[in-house]
C-alpha cells in the first residue's frame, strides 16, 4: 500500500480524471476535416527510435496479398505524448504502413532486413483534435501488402508547455513518473506542484486501481506551462510501483517535449514486482537543459 498522503482516494481519482476532458469522436469527423495523418500522428519510429518512417502525402495502398499482420501495445496516448505498438507478421516483412480510416496520407517504416515482428512508436502531436482515433497498420514484403489491422487509441487530453514529460506503458501496472526540477524540487505521485509552477496532471493505475471507465489509462504526465518553464536541468526517473499481478514484461515509451528543444523519445521495459517507491526512486531516464 502506499502511505496515506498520496493520490490513492477514488473520489478524488474520479474527479480528477472529469477534469482531464477524454477526447472523444468519430471516423466521419476525420473524413470531413481535410486533415492528413500528419495533423494527428507528428512521427513514427521503430522502437529504438533510429529507424524513423516517411511521410507519404498520397492515400495508404490497398491490400494485395501481401503478410499477415498483428498489433498489440499501447492503447491510449496524451497529446504531445507516445505511444508504442508492436507488429508482427506471417510471413517475414520489410515495411510496415501506418494509417488512419478517411485520413489522407500514410506513414511507412522500412525495416533494414525482413523480420517477423518489430516494434512502432507513434507521437501524438500536441494539438490533437477532440476526438479519439482508430490506428491501422498493414506489413509489405516484396511490394505485397498485406491486410490493414486496426487498433482503437483512447486521447487523453492533458497539458501542454514550456516543458512537457510524459510516459505511456503497455498494461495495467502502475508506473510513476518523477521529475526533479533546476530547483531541486521533485514532482511524483506524493508530491503533485512544485514550486516553479510544474504539475503531475495526469496520474494513472494508482494502487493498481482502474479509472471512473473501469480501464486502465497507463499515463501520466508532468507539464510546466507556457511561460512557466525554469531554466537549467531537469532530471526524469521512472518507477515501477507494482506489476499489479501481471507477470509479462512491462513495456514503456517516455516522451520529453520542451519550446525549445523539440521532442526526446526513451522506450524501454520493466520486469519483475515492483518496489513500491515513494521520492527518489526510479531508474534515470534522461537529463535534459531547458
Keep these: 500500500m502506499r502511505?496515506?498522503?498520496?493520490r490513492r482516494s477514488g473520489a478524488r481519482r474520479t474527479a480528477a480524471f472529469a477534469a482531464l476532458g477524454i477526447l472523444v469522436g468519430c471516423s466521419a469527423s476525420l473524413k470531413e476535416s481535410g486533415n492528413d495523418?500528419?495533423?494527428y500522428i507528428s512521427r513514427v519510429t521503430d522502437a529504438t527510435g533510429t529507424i524513423v518512417a516517411t511521410l507519404h502525402p498520397e492515400d495508404a495502398p490497398s491490400p494485395n496479398g501481401g503478410p499477415v499482420s498483428t498489433v498489440a501495445g499501447i492503447k491510449a496516448m496524451v497529446n504531445g505524448g507516445s505511444s508504442q505498438q508492436t507488429i508482427a507478421g506471417s510471413p517475414d516483412f520489410t515495411s510496415v504502413i501506418v494509417a488512419i480510416p478517411g485520413v489522407h496520407g500514410y506513414y511507412e517504416l522500412t525495416l533494414p532486413a525482413s523480420s517477423p515482428q518489430t516494434g512502432v512508436v507513434l507521437g501524438?502531436?500536441?494539438d490533437l483534435?477532440?476526438?479519439n482515433l482508430t490506428m491501422t497498420y498493414a506489413v509489405t514484403a516484396g511490394g505485397a501488402v498485406g491486410t490493414y489491422v486496426t487498433q482503437p487509441m483512447q486521447v487523453i487530453h492533458v497539458g501542454t508547455g514550456d516543458v512537457q514529460v510524459s510516459v505511456s506503458w503497455s498494461d495495467s501496472s502502475d508506473v510513476d513518473l518523477h521529475v526533479v526540477d533546476p530547483n531541486g524540487e521533485e514532482i511524483y505521485y506524493g508530491h503533485r506542484t512544485s514550486v516553479s509552477k510544474g504539475s503531475l496532471d495526469l496520474d494513472s493505475n494508482a494502487g493498481c486501481s482502474r479509472d471512473a471507465s473501469g480501464g486502465f489509462k497507463s499515463n501520466e504526465n508532468i507539464v510546466w506551462p507556457a511561460s512557466q518553464g525554469v531554466a537549467g536541468t531537469y532530471i526524469v526517473r521512472l518507477d515501477h510501483w507494482s506489476a499489479c499481478g501481471a507477470t509479462a514484461p512491462v513495456d514503456y515509451v517516455v516522451?520529453?517535449?520542451t519550446r525549445t528543444g523539440g521532442a526526446q523519445v526513451f522506450s524501454g521495459t520493466f520486469?519483475?514486482?515492483?518496489?513500491?517507491?515513494?521520492a527518489g526512486s526510479g531508474i534515470l531516464i534522461t537529463n535534459f537543459a531547458y
Excluded at 502511505?3 to 498520496?6: C, D, H, R, T
Design 3 to 6: 502511505p496515506a498522503f498520496s
Design 37 to 39: 495523418i500528419g495533423s
Design 124 to 126: 501524438a502531436q500536441n
Design 129 to 131: 483534435p477532440n476526438m
Design 255 to 257: 516522451t520529453v517535449n
Design 271 to 278: 520486469n519483475g514486482a515492483g518496489d513500491s517507491g515513494g
